[in-house]
């Protein structure tokens, strides 16, 4: 892979991460602006992530028959499209089918760029790549949370429209012809989850992912109805995790050449269980600003471990699992999301902190023994 190749795919990466976690901390000034109920408004987020995985599916066996650079031109001008319209929506459920559409395409880039990953870069280099990229995509959610205190959230969203017309352009004249042709086009994710090693890699990613977003999504409106945050507040904290996240990515990509990707990986779940449990007992939101670092630096690690692991799969399963990947994480991420929304209206919050909490610890425990050591 080509210096110039490997800076495009970094720049997509920041293109599609800009909003989605910005996205938690502006739920109050959305559902003001349309004059909604947040637990109405919430709907954006697993409306994005639902149909993220379920078009994530697609993206991997495409590349068996068309190369990657086409695939990839043509979904970002998809993102850009539904990008721009999400942001132009006079009401709230324009924003739903916009926000829609943005899943549908923004879902290729992590799974094209995973396989391009994984077939062209050495075994020794491949965690220090996924770090690089996975730390771009946090300083682009640090970006928009950051200034999703101060701009309107129209203007948030039009930010990716500007950028993806970019992509597509360096892309169009620069990006190379990735071609992983030569098989019949098939879908054969049934034979990949054969594999037992896949089968309990991907069971880690749906838990994982579920037990995250069931918590990460509803932050920005614990905070407000907890402690009666204004959003520059909510936008502070998230900004302040956000900055945590991307250092950890950088660095947990070293750190996993180093020590192994399961250690980094379980190291991240204890790290999310102490942030979680924590929540029980903290009175003062001052002190939210503190323990959200270990919230973000958990996933942070876990999310750079577990990618990096799928990218030393054996070449016959790694097409496949690169989409399964995506589509899993962001499947039960919106599961999650959606099921800690019931839970919260049904028994409050404080049942879902210990549900997570409690979830994550187990996950960290249990990590050796379920997730092959590579």
């Not at 995790?241 to 050449?257: D, K, P």
Request: charged share 10%; net charge positive; hydrophobic share 55%.
């Amino acid at each position: 892979m080509s210096k110039r190749s490997f800076v495009i795919f970094c720049l997509s990466f920041f293109t599609v991460s800009f909003g989605v976690a910005a996205m938690a901390a502006l739920i109050p000034s959305i559902s003001a602006y349309f004059n909604m109920g947040q637990d109405y408004t919430l709907r954006l987020t697993w409306l994005y992530m639902l149909p993220y995985g379920v078009f994530a599916l697609f993206w991997a066996p495409l590349t068996r028959v068309v190369k990657v650079k086409k695939i990839f031109l043509v979904t970002t001008v998809g993102f850009c499209l539904s990008a721009l319209f999400f942001s132009l929506s006079q009401s709230i459920r324009q924003a739903f089918i916009f926000r829609f559409f943005m899943g549908c395409f923004g879902c290729s880039f992590v799974p094209l760029i995973l396989i391009t990953i994984g077939k062209t870069v050495s075994a020794g280099q491949k965690p220090k790549f996924i770090g690089i990229l996975f730390s771009l995509a946090y300083s682009s959610t640090f970006i928009s949370v950051f200034l999703s205190g101060f701009l309107h959230w129209k203007l948030i969203y039009l930010i990716p429209v500007g950028l993806s017309s970019l992509v597509f352009v360096l892309a169009l004249f620069f990006l190379e012809d990735f071609d992983f042709r030569g098989e019949k086009f098939k879908i054969s994710y049934v034979q990949t989850v054969k594999d037992r090693e896949a089968l309990l890699f991907f069971i880690v990613i749906m838990l994982g992912s579920f037990i995250y977003h069931s918590l990460q999504q509803r932050l920005g409106v614990y905070l407000n109805k907890t402690y009666l945050m204004q959003q520059v507040l909510i936008s502070a904290i998230f900004t302040v995790a956000t900055i945590s996240a991307i250092c950890f990515q950088f660095l947990g990509g070293i750190f996993s050449s180093r020590f192994g990707n399961i250690k980094i990986t379980r190291l991240g779940f204890f790290l999310m269980a102490a942030f979680t449990l924590s929540l029980l007992f903290i009175q003062s939101y001052k002190l939210v600003f503190f323990v959200i670092l270990l919230w973000s630096s958990g996933w942070a690690l876990t999310h750079v471990g577990l990618s990096a692991h799928l990218t030393s799969f054996p070449d016959r399963i790694l097409r496949d699992a690169s989409s399964l990947n995506s589509a899993l994480r962001f499947s039960f991420g919106g599961l999650g999301a959606f099921i800690g929304g019931v839970l919260v209206s049904l028994v409050g919050f404080k049942v879902l902190f210990g549900i997570v909490g409690i979830s994550a610890l187990a996950l960290g425990c249990c990590l050796n023994k379920v997730v092959i050591k590579r």
